[in-house]
Structures are given as C-alpha cells and as structure tokens.
C-alpha cells in the first residue's frame, strides 16, 4: 500500500489536537507520517503537541515565531509532504477507523485518480452528529465511484456551484499536487473548492462511500464569517475560485470554458436568492449588492422568475411586500400541491 503524510494545521486548537492525532495513529496504515503545523496558537498547543511528539516517533512538530494565516500554513505543509499521497486535516476534525487505507486501496487501484473524498459525520457542540449531506452520485451504496474530471465538475454543478467535499476526507496524489501548486493566497474561503476543480482538470477523483471523518461545527469555525451580511463574500469568493478554473485549467481540460459558463448560473441564482430574503428583512443595501452580483455573474438571471418577483418587491416597497407575503405565500402553496 502507498505511504501517506498527513499536515494537521492547528491555530487555538490545543484542546482538540490530541483525539485528532490519535485518529490518524490508529489508522491501519504501515507508512505513515504526521506533521503538526502550529500558527503560533496562544493556547496550550505547544504543550500538547510536545506530548504527542514525545509518545510516537511517526509525529513531528513545527511552530511558527509569527502567525502566518492557514493559506500559508497549507502551503508550508504540502511542501513537507515526502509520501505517495497526503491529508491536510483540521485539528479540530478526525478520522474514523480505516479511512486512511479504504482511501488509499482506490488511488492504488485507479492510478488516474487523484482525489480521493468521502463522507463526513458532522459533530455539533452539544455532542450530537448527523451525516453530512453527500449526493455522490451513481453505484450502489457502499461500492466506490471514480469520477473523471469533467463529471465530477459537473457534479459540482449539480451541488449548487459549492464545496460539498469534506475536506477532512481529501486524500491527494502528492507528486500531482506538488506539479499543480499549493492553495492560493487571494482565496482564503474559497481555496479548497479551487483546488478540487485544479485537481480534477488534471485527474480522476475518487469517491468512497463509508463515513471517513468527522468535521467539528462549532463557534470558532473559520466559515462562520461567510454567513448573513457576509454572505456576498461567500460568492465573490466562488466566483474568484471559478475564474481560476477557466484561466488555469483550459489547457488541461478541453471542456473548462463550457464548464465554466455552468457554474456561473447556479452561482447567480442562489444570489437571487439571498436578495430577495435580504429584502425581507429589510436589509436593503445587503439586498442591491447580492442582486446586482447575481446580474453580473450570469445576465440571464434577469429573465428568471425569482429576479422577476425581486423587482417586484422592490417596486412596491418594504411595507407593502411584507403585507402582501402571506397571500404570496399561500399562493405558492396552493399552486405546488397535487391537482386531484
């Protein structure tokens, strides 16, 4: 079986760090490497990770004098990474049993591949988990799927032009992603999604089936910041990982202009979208910018009923749309239901 490095980037996450490494040292792998990247964490990481390293010969430990940022800190890992493949693995998510080798046994068995993703459990903070939501596509329910690199655009696509891979279960091929470059500095929420699309116009991408780690959804999670008033930051940032997939990768897959195009749409439309819910809570300048966003990215959102019904509202104002939405309401439900 290929050998495997695993970066765990940590930044004021020393109460997690321990369940997170233990994790990855009970996974039933032989080659096996892990690297603690500590962005200067004000808490008690150093004292843990100085543990770990002291218990288990295969755990190494990097503090930075200055916090660098986690783009930086990605990039510093991936320039480590010596393996056939490698896992950059938040300290505050962990692996389930047998992720690393049910990972590894599909990229050994499909040289094309790449990419290898998988299901996620998500844990909350009052201790409940439920599965991640994961359309991944056709094959029965436990046999893995590899996908070539324009399905799983696709795939992409069909998702709502967002991130639903887990990045806690992204095995990478090392000697690929070490050709393709590290994660982009402009991109600090959107970078992931970049680089599964960079991934994919060079490769295959794999998808196993089984539950493969558990993501932590908690206060202190960076995402959290892309919500609400914020979330045009959220799109601008999709659009800009887009657009790097059109200029970076048109050589590399013959279909990325096409592609392109496609993502775009349901990009506009979830904008559409948020204007009209921003509009009804009055928040009407949050509302303009999310509307104008959505005519910039994909013009013919315009002719769309949601963009037609946005206009509305706007033309009669808060007041009245508030006192109109209840009927509205009933409306769209009375046209929905089943004719007998």
């Not at 329910?141 to 806690?168: E, Y």
Request: net charge neutral; with cysteine.
């Amino acid at each position: 079986m290929s050998s495997i490095d695993v970066v765990i980037p940590c930044y004021r996450y020393g109460h997690y760090l321990s369940a997170c490494v233990q994790s990855v040292l009970d996974q039933d792998v032989d080659d096996l490497r892990i690297l603690i990247l500590d962005d200067e964490s004000p808490d008690n990481t150093p004292a843990v990770a100085e543990a770990l390293v002291r218990e288990d010969d295969r755990v190494s430990y990097r503090r930075h004098t200055a916090n660098l940022g986690h783009i930086a800190t990605f990039n510093e890992g991936i320039a480590w990474a010596r393996a056939d493949c490698m896992l950059l693995l938040s300290a505050d998510d962990f692996l389930l049993p047998g992720a690393l080798r049910r990972a590894m046994a599909l990229m050994d068995a499909n040289p094309a591949v790449g990419l290898c993703i998988g299901r996620a459990l998500v844990l909350n903070d009052i201790g409940s988990m439920r599965p991640m939501p994961l359309d991944i596509g056709p094959g029965d329910d436990t046999s893995p799927v590899v996908l070539g690199g324009a399905d799983f655009v696709r795939w992409i696509i069909r998702s709502g032009a967002r991130n639903v891979v887990p990045a806690s279960t992204a095995v990478v091929r090392t000697s690929l992603l070490k050709r393709i470059g590290g994660y982009r500095a402009d991109l600090p929420h959107a970078g992931d999604l970049e680089m599964w699309l960079r991934i994919a116009s060079h490769a295959s991408v794999g998808i196993v089936k089984e539950s493969q780690a558990v993501y932590r959804r908690h206060a202190a999670n960076m995402s959290n910041g892309y919500t609400g008033d914020n979330m045009l930051a959220d799109l601008q940032q999709r659009k800009t990982a887009f657009d790097a997939f059109a200029m970076g990768c048109n050589s590399a897959m013959a279909e990325a202009d096409h592609l392109y195009a496609q993502l775009l749409k349901p990009l506009g439309q979830e904008a559409v979208g948020h204007a009209s819910a921003a509009f009804n809570d009055n928040r009407m300048d949050v509302s303009r910018r999310l509307a104008d966003f959505a005519a910039s990215v994909h013009p013919p959102v315009r002719e769309t009923l949601a963009w037609r019904l946005l206009a509305c509202k706007r033309l009669v104002g808060y007041r009245v749309s508030t006192a109109l939405l209840p009927a509205v309401t009933l409306l769209r439900s009375a046209m929905r239901r089943p004719r007998s």
